[in-house]
């Protein structure tokens, strides 16, 4: 698989950390994002993933790329964080801007 | 609001029947994409077009049909070769490789 991610599920009690890693074969893949999905929705975008890692609120992600691995953190997490988190990235060197997805890994948060 | 329009949400079809999923945005994206998500697995690409008149197989293109005739819309048909097409259909669009898709809110397909 081009992109591997742990089905899960989490299950945490309110106000834990927690952590995602989805690690990625392709080391052309340029662009990283983390989408969120509620049951039955579309995907969202989460967060956008930058070399030097960044941040938006309680959400913190990363990337290594001479290890091919992505990560997404949730700090102080809350009931309504609980659904499918998936990664994506880009697939190959070319303009078609495609992206590869991961399966997702569900996410309960317990209050 | 600029977004993209997916109909119908829900479409049931009959075995060798043909139908056709609408994908209608208006970003201004040129990429735009086809995906199929399964219950409990990720989303697999079925067809993409990076311009109008032009579009590309993805990873599971057998049984379905596209055309781009036009920048804001990219229609998805399922035709009776796709035997197993019972499945959460999603569009999506893109402005470049630093930016992430957006999605229309899918179309559930199921054979009945």
């Known amino acids: 698989k081009e992109v591997e991610q742990d089905p899960g599920p989490f299950n945490v009690p309110e106000g834990a950390t927690v952590a995602f890693n989805c690690t990625y074969s392709n080391s052309a893949s340029q662009s990283f994002f983390w989408y969120r999905q509620d049951c039955r929705k579309e995907p969202k975008l989460l967060m956008s993933v930058y070399s030097s890692g960044n941040e938006d609120g309680r959400f913190t992600a990363q990337v290594d790329k001479s290890s091919k691995y992505i990560s997404l953190f949730i700090r102080d997490s809350q009931p309504s964080d609980s659904a499918t988190y998936l990664c994506?990235?880009?697939?190959?060197?070319?303009?078609?801007?495609?992206?590869?997805f991961g399966s997702g890994t569900r996410l309960l948060v317990r209050p | 609001d600029g977004g993209i329009t997916q109909s119908p949400k829900y479409l049931f079809r009959k075995e060798g029947q043909n139908v056709t999923l609408s994908c209608e945005q208006n970003?201004?994206?040129?990429?735009m994409y086809w995906y199929r998500q399964d219950p409990g697995q990720g989303l697999r690409l079925i067809y993409y077009?990076?311009?109008?008149?032009?579009?590309q197989k993805g990873d599971i293109a057998e049984g379905y049909s596209v055309s781009r005739e036009k920048k804001e819309s990219f229609p998805l048909t399922v035709t009776s070769a796709q035997k197993n097409p019972t499945a959460f259909y999603l569009c999506?669009?893109?402005?470049?490789?630093?930016?992430?898709?957006?999605f229309g809110s899918g179309t559930r397909l199921t054979v009945v």
């Open positions: 999506a669009s893109r402005w470049g490789e630093n930016y992430g898709y957006t």
């Open positions: 970003l201004n994206h040129d990429a």
């Open positions: 077009s990076q311009i109008v008149n032009d579009f």
């Open positions: 994506a990235m880009s697939g190959a060197m070319d303009s078609s801007y495609k992206l590869i």
